[in-house]
């Protein structure tokens, strides 16, 4: 019944060490979406896809790159991990009908970084 | 630059009515959502407007006034399970479906 999985739910790396999240859809959404949460704090978009059209936040640090190899699947590449990348990444998607927003999240993927 | 300000903490009883308000700034608009989200939860949508006026979806009810760049959630018969954080978020024009989030409301819902 799970309509967007997020693998792993739990990531633990180390400085430096490079780290990819995943995200898989099951619902054929044209729009998928990589947020960054901490502690408290809002959702803040790091980049979407519009189907393959990317669109990157003009404060996502390069650090971070994102892969939507199909309509199902997207990946979150974090480079070089630092102390303050820590946080809980979650994926959205969407599908665009009319200009509303409807988004569907998954659990998130929570990322230590020691 | 877009901004969206919320109430930072709610407090309301149990059974009552609460409102959050949001307001907004935003160089292109095309609708307010608003999501919940449980402690250690993902976000889950909740409601969605375009045009002026209320929207009502059971016990939840979303308004949107565009010319005072203002709109809030209205929950009834509060319940210990509305205990969560309310975030609304605005559907941009400028850009493919983006979307942005406002500071978010954490309502503690007491006995």
């Known amino acids: 019944d799970a309509m967007v999985i997020q693998n792993p739910r739990y990531q633990v790396t180390q400085f430096g060490k490079p780290v990819t999240l995943s995200c898989s859809q099951t619902?054929?959404?044209?729009?998928m979406y990589w947020y960054q949460q901490k502690s408290s704090q809002a959702p803040k978009l790091l980049f979407h896809?519009?189907?393959?059209?990317?669109?990157n936040e003009a404060d996502t640090p390069d650090n971070f790159q994102s892969r939507r190899p199909n309509t199902s699947f997207c990946f979150l590449d974090i480079r070089s991990p630092g102390l303050g990348d820590a946080a809980m990444y979650l994926c959205?998607?969407?599908?665009?009908?009319?200009?509303?927003?409807?988004?569907?999240f998954g659990p998130g993927t929570r990322l230590t970084v020691l | 630059g877009q901004s969206l300000e919320q109430p930072s903490e709610v407090t309301a009883v149990e059974g009552a009515i609460v409102q959050i308000n949001c307001t907004y700034q935003?160089?292109?608009?095309?609708?307010l959502s608003w999501y919940q989200q449980h402690d250690g939860g993902a976000p889950t949508f909740l409601s969605y407007?375009?045009?002026?006026g209320l929207e009502e979806t059971g016990r939840f009810s979303s308004f949107l006034s565009r010319s005072d760049s203002y709109g809030y959630l209205l929950l009834q018969e509060l319940q210990m399970k509305d205990s969560a954080s309310y975030f609304c978020?605005?559907?941009?024009?400028?850009?493919?479906?983006?979307?942005?989030f406002g500071t978010g409301t954490k309502l503690q819902v007491i006995p």
């Open positions: 959205a998607t969407s599908r665009v009908q009319g200009r509303t927003d409807t988004q569907y």
């Open positions: 896809y519009y189907d393959k059209d990317f669109n």
């Open positions: 978020a605005v559907l941009n024009s400028g850009g493919y479906q983006k979307v942005t």
């Open positions: 619902l054929n959404h044209n729009v």
């Open positions: 407007n375009a045009l002026d």
């Open positions: 935003t160089s292109g608009f095309y609708g």
